[in-house]
């Protein structure tokens, strides 16, 4: 049960709308505060104030005057005109959290709408009915404006949603579940389609998906030190608290203590190397440098998550109605895209402690970990893949924020490009995730050649694991199987489920 309460919400509170229904439950003070909050707004209409959006016309048009007889019109046009998305829709994750943020946007009570608009939305999400939502056509401001224009649609019985597995109009799957459509009255349009919420939900998604990655790259980080025969001294955590960075002080607590009690580490103690590539060495200094930028971009996401983005605002304590930019994602954009750049690197780093076992050059290890170099190719193509996957990541991680086009007849001259900001940045996740996969797949491979020589205790647990999924094979034989089902493994959180069955891992 997700319970809406006036409390602040942080990011793992999310985790649950992004496997299936969960249930809401709105207190009856939050309740209170909405009805307190629109009478005031219907007091300060009755007295003749002018309004923005709500006895006047939007962006642009904010000039021209709305009359009384047509200020509902008005919002129902709004929702109507703004659904203008074009692309492949949200994933339901997605449109969940949204639907749960915007919500939790109205229950703050400075929008001035109905408590009907707030339990329409609670009504949607308690019956997982989620409005179908095309990805593109939101510039991040003044608000998620065609996304969230879909999903108004949907509320008030127009468009389609998916319900039950199946796509359906709005109005047949409120049929199916006992509701009725939502009626527009002043503002609500509005406020619906004003607002940060795709952004935001992109960027909860995306954090979620990083909590995974961090550990899991620390994970496959070190079974590629133990493959390619590098030092555990390096990751000593005495050597670390030198420096002052807490992301690489745990970074190193993790690889040393994955390594503990490694035949493999202990059989080159005295082999005379003095140093290894920087992409193994400074795992602590790169893993870790990330963890504490995502760290902080994460307090940005939830600082958005716990704040007011509709546009005007109205205050029950003066009675006022207040105008600014509050639908404005410069924030959540400027966090997505320094998330994006950190993510990538875990990319880079991984693709080249691959190239690394695949050179020939550790002992025991055959060029491209083939049974018989030339006639085969062995992992060859592997780190190709990785190199490809790298190289697309450096684009993406170009930030969106640093890009504008004026819109609404440039009465909104600087946009934020939030959601693209958020799906590049989910797109490198995926990538990274597959960039991985390829060196679980490579070093345990490379573990192959050690033998019999073994693992340490917990490394030699996602070495069994993942030979459970992907046997050895020692002839050639198509990869791309094996990719799939590794970065599985790694999505899914098996291989940090088992490693935490073992030892902690931050």
Known sequence: MFRVNGKSYSIPDFIPFLSGRTKIQVSRQVISNIKSNRKCLEESLAKGHTIYGVNTGFGALSQVEISDDDQKLLQLNLVRSHAAGTGTPFPSEVVRLTLVLKLLDISFGYSGVRWKVSEQLMDFLNNDILPIVPSKGSVGASGDLAPLSHI?????????????????????????????????????GLTLVNGTQVSTALGVLASCRLTNLLKTADIIGALSVEASLASRNMFRPAIHRLKKHPGQQLV????????????????????????DPYSFRCI????????????????????????????????????????????????????????????????????RRTAHMMEGNVDHLPNCLASVPGLESGYMMLQVTAGALASENKTLATPASVDSIPTAGGQEDLVSMAPWAGQKLLNIIGNVENILAIELLTACRAIDFH????????????????????????KDHPLSGDIETAKELISTGKIISIVESKMTIQ
Request: hydrophobic share 40%; net charge neutral; proline share 5%.
């Open 284 to 351: 602590p200094h790169i893993h870790g440098a990330i963890r504490d930028v995502i760290s902080a971009m994460n307090k940005i996401i939830e600082n958005e998550i716990n704040s007011v983005s509709d546009n005007p605002l109205v205050f029950s304590e003066s009675g006022k109605v207040e105008s600014s930019g509050h639908f404005h994602a410069e924030p959540v954009a400027q966090a997505m895209d320094a998330m994006a750049i950190s993510t990538a690197e875990i990319g880079a780093i991984s693709e």
């Open 451 to 474: 033998r019999p020589l073994k693992p340490a205790p917990v490394t030699n647990s996602v070495w069994k694991m993942l030979r459970r999924y992907v046997k050895i094979r020692s």
């Open 252 to 275: 190193s607590r993790n690889v040393w203590n994955l390594l503990k009690k490694s035949e493999i580490v202990a059989s080159h103690q005295e082999c005379g190397l003095v140093q």
């Open 152 to 188: 108004a649609l949907a509320l008030i019985g127009e468009g389609n949603v998916q319900y039950e597995g199946r796509i359906l109009s709005s109005i047949e799957a409120m049929k199916k579940s006992g509701l009725t459509p939502l009626t527009l009255q002043t503002k609500e």
